[in-house]
């Protein structure tokens, strides 16, 4: 279990079908994600993203701090970017 006080919240595996593309289906995931793991505790958050997943997360200003392949069980490999961020939304205030 990651630990809001330390750990990034890690945002995996968001697919929005094709014929769905650049409707803001992406974003609003995106959006909803962040939230959630604001709403946590995290200060953090980092994404493995696929290559067609960069310019989304760019767009949220999430920073590529590595690069490496992912080695899938055919033999090829998968090439990913590590990016992170700092939530933009506040933490929602417990209730009383
Ligand atoms: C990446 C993915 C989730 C984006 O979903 P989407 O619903 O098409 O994204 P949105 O419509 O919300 O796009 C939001 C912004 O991201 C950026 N963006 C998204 N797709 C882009 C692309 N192919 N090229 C450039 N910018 C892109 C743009 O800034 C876009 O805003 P705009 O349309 O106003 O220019 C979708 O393309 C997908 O499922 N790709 C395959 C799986 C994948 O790579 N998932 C991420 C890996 S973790």
Same mark, same amino acid.
């Given at each position: 279990?990651?630990?809001?006080?330390?750990?990034?919240?890690?945002?995996? %595996? *968001? #697919?929005?079908?094709?014929?769905?593309? $650049?409707?803001? =289906?992406?974003?609003?995931?995106? !959006?909803?994600?962040?939230?959630?793991?604001?709403?946590?505790?995290?200060?953090?958050?980092?994404?493995?993203?696929?290559?067609?997943?960069?310019?989304?997360? %760019? *767009? #949220?200003?999430?920073?590529?701090?590595? $690069?490496?392949? =992912?080695?899938?069980?055919?033999? !090829?490999?998968?090439?990913?970017?590590?990016?992170?961020?700092?939530?933009?939304?506040?933490?929602?205030?417990?209730?009383?």
């Amino acid at each position: 279990m990651r630990n809001p006080a330390v750990d990034p919240a890690m945002i995996r %595996a *968001s #697919f929005v079908h094709p014929n769905q593309a $650049r409707r803001g =289906i992406g974003r609003r995931l995106l !959006e909803l994600s962040e939230a959630a793991a604001a709403a946590a505790g995290f200060q953090r958050i980092e994404i493995v993203a696929t290559l067609p997943g960069v310019p989304l997360y %760019a *767009s #949220f200003h999430y920073e590529t701090v590595e $690069r490496f392949n =992912i080695a899938l069980s055919n033999g !090829e490999n998968l090439p990913v970017e590590r990016m992170r961020k700092r939530p933009t939304h506040s933490p929602t205030a417990p209730a009383s």
